[in-house]
C-alpha cells in the first residue's frame, strides 16, 4: 500500500498513483480519530508535497503500482560508497 512514515512529497505521489490507496488510508484516520503525523491529515500531507511521479511514463507508473518486480537483480559484489554512513551521506 505506503509507508506510512512518507513525507509530504511520498502521499503526494502516492495521490498522484492511487486515490484509492490514499483514501484507505484516511478513512482509518477518520475511523480512529487519529492522524499519522500528529496535527496532519495524509491529504494535507499529499497536497503540501510535490509528487516524485506527476509527470513520470505510463510505463514506470505502473511498475511502481505493480507487486511483481521482474527486473534483473545483479548480484556481483558491491562496496558502500566512500561516506555512505555520513549525515548526508556519498563521496567526499
Not at 61 to 81: G, I, M, T
Amino acid at each position: 500500500m505506503c509507508c506510512i512514515f512518507g513525507d509530504h512529497n511520498q502521499w503526494a505521489s502516492i495521490r498522484d498513483l492511487s486515490q484509492d490507496r490514499l483514501g484507505k488510508v484516511m478513512h482509518y484516520e477518520s475511523k480512529f480519530g487519529l492522524t499519522i503525523k500528529p496535527g496532519q491529515d495524509v491529504f494535507t500531507q499529499s497536497v503540501l508535497g510535490k509528487s516524485f511521479v506527476k509527470d513520470a511514463p505510463e510505463e514506470l507508473r505502473r511498475l511502481a503500482l505493480s507487486k511483481v518486480y521482474d527486473a534483473p537483480v545483479f548480484l556481483e559484489d558491491w562496496l558502500l560508497p566512500k561516506g555512505a554512513y555520513r549525515r548526508c551521506g556519498g563521496p567526499t
